[in-house]
């Protein structure tokens, strides 16, 4: 059974980012293409359904995500392959179970949910997604969490480019069929895609955990992890989790449906679908499947908590040298480029899509935060800390109520800054490089005012040569201020000179 070398995860990252790369564009083509031509009930009807199905994969999944990330690569490096297999059908099997739960409640409870968010007619579309939330949760359980974990990179982005495909598919019909352009008619499409992308996940799992049923234990001592302290972990995430979702971007959604009305969630839900897709593709997320694995199982070789650490702190500045960039071109040039994503549909959402943006600068040390708590098994402090925050949703009802967005965002911002504080605060291990934070901040500035000079033209040309320039410059000045510590240097250039690190 190959191991974890760094030969093996150089080999994934290829994998993983060839075939994310081409994921991400063909999910933000579907995306803008659903926007583009799904008509405003519908899309209203389709954002308040995907929100629901998003709601429950957190309330069923039991924290199981960082279950399968901590203990499958130490059961891989040390057990043998029949313990593995055993191991990860368990996981597979537990969360099936659970997911066939959540996905019941929610056709039964569809009708209730519709008539809530005063979308009276949609309750047969809530019914389809609470099969789409089955059928893709549990696509996802095989994707993201067992393969990834395993470094089956390959095989995890070749089933999401299937589900892809069929709904790049479906998103041609749009363009050519009218009578296609309803949610209900889009949820049939999930439920197809999806049910391909988890047969081909699961044949392959089954191939390779089949080809590895002999291979010997490297430790023939080592006990296979206990459930008990496995689901104290789950349970653990799964409270934060469900705490979490209380200011979370689908309660939002579902808070303005049922305030405002649906007018108003097409525009918030635009914004949102674009910035969910941002989240996804930045560094962090785009390379979780690998960088997860990698930072546990390096972590489990060698103990050293400050270069773990040292690590997680260089994975957010990487996150914040994708998003600056776009943040900026979303405050300069913000209603154009909605306006030219949506055909001119939800240019409103300008203003709505930075506030979705600066709150990810946030939550993605909000993500970082819970990879140091799970892999020091700390995971107690997630929940602790999620259930001090229970009093955003107030804050957030009040802002929805009178239409203050600005209010809304700063409380979103704050509970995941918040968050972060009373997670890392109790370990003790990690401090921000404040000094490298305000070069990457200063150079945002900087482009800022270069690209909001009035001398720049409108159109799309004129539009992509600033998001060209935003994206070489604010990494470029990085580079030239050397926005690292020594000991970052140390990991990003093995046996270079570090002369000049601050």
């Known amino acids: 059974m190959s191991t974890y070398s760094n030969n093996a995860f150089r080999k994934s990252i290829v994998q993983y980012t060839v075939g994310r790369a081409l994921n991400a564009l063909c999910a933000f083509i579907v995306i803008i293409w659903i926007a583009r031509h799904l008509p405003e009930k519908h899309y209203a009807n389709y954002i308040a359904a995907y929100a629901c199905l998003e709601l429950a994969l957190v309330i069923f999944g039991f924290g199981m995500e960082w279950v399968t990330a901590v203990y499958i690569p130490q059961v891989k490096l040390r057990a043998s392959g029949r313990v593995l297999a055993s191991f990860v059908w368990s996981c597979a099997g537990i969360q099936m179970l659970l997911l066939s739960i959540g996905a019941i409640a929610l056709a039964l409870l569809a009708s209730d949910i519709a008539t809530w968010l005063q979308l009276d007619e949609a309750t047969i579309v809530f019914r389809l997604y609470a099969l789409v939330m089955f059928v893709e949760g549990l696509s996802r359980v095989f994707r993201d969490q067992l393969l990834s974990c395993l470094l089956l990179q390959g095989a995890a982005q070749f089933s999401q480019m299937a589900r892809n495909l069929v709904m790049l598919a479906f998103a041609f019909i749009l363009s050519t069929q009218s009578q296609w352009r309803t949610a209900s008619s889009l949820a049939v499409a999930e439920i197809f895609a999806s049910s391909l992308s988890l047969l081909l996940s699961a044949i392959l799992l089954h191939r390779y955990l089949y080809g590895i049923r002999n291979t010997p234990a490297q430790d023939p001592h080592y006990p296979p992890p206990r459930w008990r302290g496995l689901l104290r972990a789950g349970r653990n995430a799964w409270i934060s989790n469900l705490a979490n979702l209380s200011w979370g971007g689908q309660a939002v959604i579902l808070l303005v449906t049922r305030l405002i009305g649906p007018e108003s969630t097409a525009a918030l839900g635009f914004a949102r679908n674009l910035a969910e897709q941002i989240r996804r593709y930045m560094p962090m997320e785009f390379l979780f499947g690998v960088i997860r694995p990698l930072l546990i199982t390096r972590f489990f070789q060698d103990g050293d908590t400050q270069r773990l650490s040292t690590r997680a702190g260089l994975m957010y500045r990487a996150n914040l040298l994708f998003l600056l960039p776009l943040l900026v071109i979303a405050i300069i040039r913000g209603d154009e480029l909605c306006a030219l994503l949506s055909n001119g549909r939800y240019a409103s959402a300008h203003w709505l899509l930075v506030g979705w943006l600066v709150v990810l600068v946030f939550w993605a040390h909000h993500r970082l935060s819970d ?16 259930l001090k925050l229970l009093a955003v949703p107030a804050f957030l009802f009040v802002s929805a109520y009178h239409h203050a967005w600005m209010l809304l965002f700063l409380s979103l911002a704050a509970a995941e800054l918040a968050y972060s504080i009373m997670v890392l605060s109790p370990l003790g291990i990690y401090r921000p490089n404040w000094w490298a934070l305000a070069k990457l901040f200063a150079a945002a500035f900087l482009v800022a005012a270069l690209l909001a000079v009035p001398a720049w033209e409108t159109g799309v040309i004129s539009l992509a040569i600033q998001i060209a320039l935003a994206f070489v410059i604010i ?28």
Do not use: D, M, Y
């Open 371 to 386: 990879l140091l708590a799970h892999a020091l098994e700390r995971s107690c402090l997630t929940r602790q800390s999620s």
């Open 475 to 502: 990494p470029g000045i990085s580079a030239l201020t050397r926005a690292w510590s020594a000991e970052e240097a140390a990991i990003v250039f093995p046996g270079k000179a570090l002369a000049g690190a601050n």
